[in-house]
């Protein structure tokens, strides 16, 4: 199993693969799931600017698209940004479907990181149990 750090390092890699026209702005992004499999991610821009995929969510549907749903333990998302590389909004909503405890590791270009729980940086998140409803 990938060392938090080693996860960290799978974003990094990602950055090369980013199409990035538009921000200039790459991020990679890496999920660890519990049999040790890995799935990477990163943006993709397009012409019509709000086309444009995340990292974060190139890497879930990667996941989910091969079968994983109930064993995304980890992200790294990785920038070469001053700041650390937090997952956006719409990122973060779809992490939660799948996972509210998914550990966040956020890395900026110091190559350091933080860690989070998902929940801490999305308290009181709407996820599939906020659908129930009383008969
Ligand atoms: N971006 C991500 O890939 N992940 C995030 O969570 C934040 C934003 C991308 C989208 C766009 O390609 C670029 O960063 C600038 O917003």
Redesign the pocket.
Known sequence: MLSDAQLVQRAFDMLDRSY?PY?K?P?GAAIACGDGSVFTGC?V?NAAYGS?I???RTALVKAVSEGHRDDLERIA?AGNSLDY????GA?RQMLYEFNPGMTVLVARSDRSFLSFPLYELMPHGFGPKALEQPD
């Open positions: 990035v921000s702005f991020v943006n821009e444009t995340c990292a974060e998302v590389c937090w997952p956006c990122c």
